[in-house]
């Protein structure tokens, strides 16, 4: 049996960053079945490149050109990706195509998207991400859009495939009238060390430059949006008495959340507050998240989170915060904070003691809970099975 799979909503490969984009790399990268068949849209700004194809990882990749019309551009491009995709299915005859669809974006378009791939004998399925609908960084009129094109991809959708249980249970709850079919099939991860050792020019130039030594610091990696929890876990670590740095990876910009994260926090008057900027370099990163002392993780929104993952795989301390998603993933591995006034910076003060028999039983745990429920080996080999077999075995 063969199966060709059109996978669409990443911004394409090879991946450069983001947590689809690294997810379609490994599934074509590291495929297991020979008989099954990727096609992956890329997003293209140069009109030029406009469905054009090229191969990677042995993957059919095609560019998909998208104007620049501001937030409505990834609307665009995935309705885009699809219609061409469906054409190309047809064009080349393809029996029993799978339309893979990553994020819940268009749903005012999908009933029209699964009539068309259905004409052809194919099949939609929908990865929901996480709650998009709840994120601050949006208007409310665009938050009431998510909400509604989440409502609509799961009405229409022949199967969901859902990264976190948490998820999967809140799609199974709140849209129980349409009776969709879910499967839950992890996010992955993987615990190599990274290539970097200690003594690399490239580790030592980086803590070097921002004035950071190794096991000197808790670390923070994740977008800069407000459901992230900064405010909480500058505030906290302000109020902490430790001595470490604050390490702060992310792409940080000087808007409206950035001055009201000042003027709430005052953190530029602590100098153990280091915002360092985005970091692109994987194996970099990596060394960073492995010579941090701890790291903090304020995510309060979405499903199987990549960066938390990836800490739990480097890193020997991870504080989380106390949410449904994070504690799916980490279970008995991760020390969690509230909100709460003073409980974080009580963590961060007893983090300072902890005994070095404690912070290897953590290390251990975070690594098996990583090798025995998020391996990538496992997250492909159901990946490949679901698409061979369909829908069959889902709730």
């Known amino acids: ?28 990268k590291y495929r297991q079945n020979e008989s099954i068949h990727y096609h992956v849209a890329c997003k293209t700004n140069d009109k030029n490149k406009k469905y054009s194809h090229f191969i990677h990882n042995n993957a059919d990749c095609f560019n998909v050109f998208v104007p620049n019309i501001g937030s409505a551009q990834a609307i665009y491009y ?30 005012p378009f999908m009933k029209n998207i699964v009539k068309k791939a259905h004409a052809i004998g194919a099949k939609v399925y929908v990865n929901p991400d ?54 839950f099939i992890a996010y992955g991860s993987d615990v190599k060390r990274s290539l970097l050792t200690d003594e690399d020019p490239k ?45 702060i990876v992310t792409n940080v910009e000087h808007n409206n959340f950035f001055e009201a994260l000042k003027a709430s926090t005052h953190f530029e008057s602590d100098m153990r507050i280091k915002f360092v900027g985005t970091i692109y370099d994987a194996e970099l990163l990596k060394k960073i998240r492995e010579l941090a002392f701890a790291y903090l993780h304020g995510h309060s929104v979405g499903g199987t989170n990549p960066s938390l993952l990836e800490a739990l795989a480097s890193t020997d301390i991870n504080l989380l915060y106390d949410v449904g998603f994070n504690r799916e993933v980490a ?3 991760a020390i969690y904070w509230t909100k709460q006034s003073g409980n974080l910076s009580k963590i961060i003060n007893n983090t300072e003691h902890i005994s070095l028999e404690k912070v290897n039983k953590l290390s251990e745990l975070s ?23 369909g829908d069959n075995n889902a709730v």
């Not at 009129?141 to 976190?164: G, Q």
């Open 1 to 28: 049996m063969e199966r060709h799979v059109f996978i669409v909503g990443s911004k394409g490969i090879p991946a450069n960053y983001g947590g689809y984009e690294t997810f379609v790399e490994y599934l074509t």
């Open 331 to 333: 279970g008995k591995s």
């Open 203 to 247: 580790i030592k130039d980086w803590l070097n430059k921002f004035n950071i030594n190794s096991k000197e610091y808790y670390l923070i990696v994740g977008r800069f949006v407000p459901e992230n929890n900064y405010e909480t876990m500058i505030r906290e670590f302000m109020n902490s008495t430790t001595k470490k740095d604050l390490v």
């Open 130 to 183: 996480g709650h998009e609908w709840m994120r601050a960084k949006w208007s409310i009129p665009v938050r009431k859009y998510w909400k509604v094109s989440e409502k609509l991809m799961v009405k229409h959708a022949d199967l969901l495939i859902c990264d976190s249980k948490n998820i999967e249970k809140y799609i199974n709850s709140v849209y129980k009238n349409y009776t969709p079919t879910t499967t």
């Open 367 to 389: 690594i098996k809970r990583i090798q025995e429920h998020y391996s990538w080996t496992s997250v492909i080999s159901e990946y490949e099975t679901r698409f061979l077999y």
């Open 78 to 107: 995935d309705v885009a990706a699809l219609n061409y995709s469906i054409k190309y299915a047809k064009h080349h005859n393809i029996s029993k195509p799978i339309f893979y669809i990553l994020a819940c974006r268009i749903g």
